[in-house]
């Protein structure tokens, strides 16, 4: 059988992966490491030594690159993403290429996500899917009428940097963004504004004195002390919630998906959030768009980046 190899390369940690592509996926082995400290020519040095070994025994059939935006999929370039400031114009997949003579694909992660969620997760048989990242940002992949649509230059989706309101946390280089309400940096950043409230009135809430600081304040903080009946966390969750429902509303109203699949922190904490969304949901969509809709947790879980770059490789989502 064939095999394909994934690369996906982020702010915090890159991984490269072997595996089959069929009815379904099987990883056989996996390599990870850190970002931070690393060169993009190292980077690419660990990861050609990781295709070198396997094309040894192995028949690699394509190799793909999963990677933040902003990118060129089709020149194969990668424009220096905000988390990745030393990627500036990598030819990356012409290194691989030239290195391997291997079909080589490069996605935007999100793009990539919506992919795999398609072909092998909580998307699989939909015309019509929306994969919204909901992690250190807000990105959206869209599957329309059975293909990845990814814009005339690579920047379809970016829901984040839509503003919600005037005033709020700010994401995507914007205050009140649907990326600074709905994300785990700005859920963390919905909080800090709230305990500056708080603060400024003589109010010290519990959880503060709880999770040991406001360094301590994050989006898996929150969620685990919500959990528990933190009047503070809930009163974050809740209004993440809310706003995340107006950013499912705008995209249920443009893009009429089947179904609308979320990773990140709603996949871990959907109990917290999706109540709250529904709510507001209902007043705001459109009634016969929102009929048809479903909102679901991605179903590959803590496999999707694995999973989104070696689909990748297969190059059939085009």
Request: with cysteine.
């Amino acid at each position: 059988m064939k095999k394909y190899i994934g690369l996906d390369i982020g702010g915090t940690k890159c991984a490269a992966v072997i595996g089959t592509l069929s009815d379904s996926f099987r990883i056989e082995d996996k390599i990870s490491f850190p970002t931070a400290g690393r060169t993009p020519d190292a980077i690419l040095s660990l990861f050609s030594r990781f295709i070198e070994s396997k094309r040894k025994t192995e028949d690699i059939a394509g190799i793909g690159i999963a990677c933040g935006g902003p990118l060129d999929s089709k020149r194969g370039v990668i424009r220096k993403p905000p988390g990745l400031p030393l990627w500036e114009d990598i030819e990356i997949v012409r290194y691989f290429e030239e290195a391997f003579a291997v079909k080589t694909y490069l996605q935007n992660d999100a793009n990539a996500c919506a992919v795999a969620e398609w072909k092998y997760g909580a998307g699989k048989g939909c015309e019509n899917m929306i994969f919204l990242t909901f992690g250190t940002g807000l990105g959206a992949g869209l599957i329309l009428n059975g293909k990845l649509y990814s814009g005339t230059n690579d920047n379809a989706g970016e829901i984040g940097h839509v503003r919600l309101r005037k005033n709020g946390p700010v994401g995507y280089n914007k205050a009140g963004s649907c990326e600074g309400f709905c994300s785990g940096s700005g859920i963390r950043r919905l909080a800090l504004i709230e305990l500056e409230k708080a603060e400024k009135k003589g109010v010290v809430p519990e959880f503060l004195n709880t999770v040991g600081g406001k360094e301590n304040v994050t989006a898996k903080t929150l969620a685990e002390y919500a959990r528990k009946g933190d009047p503070f966390a809930e009163k974050i969750l809740k209004k993440s919630g809310e706003m995340f429902g107006e950013t499912l509303s705008i995209l249920i109203d443009l893009f009429n998906p089947q179904k609308i699949v979320v990773g990140g922190v709603f996949m871990r904490s959907h109990d917290l959030l999706l109540p709250h969304a529904e709510k507001v949901l209902k007043k705001e969509f459109l009634p016969f768009s929102g009929a048809v809709c479903e909102i679901v947790p991605a179903k590959l879980y803590e496999n999707i980046g694995d999973v989104s770059a070696l689909v990748i490789a297969k190059g059939d989502y085009q």
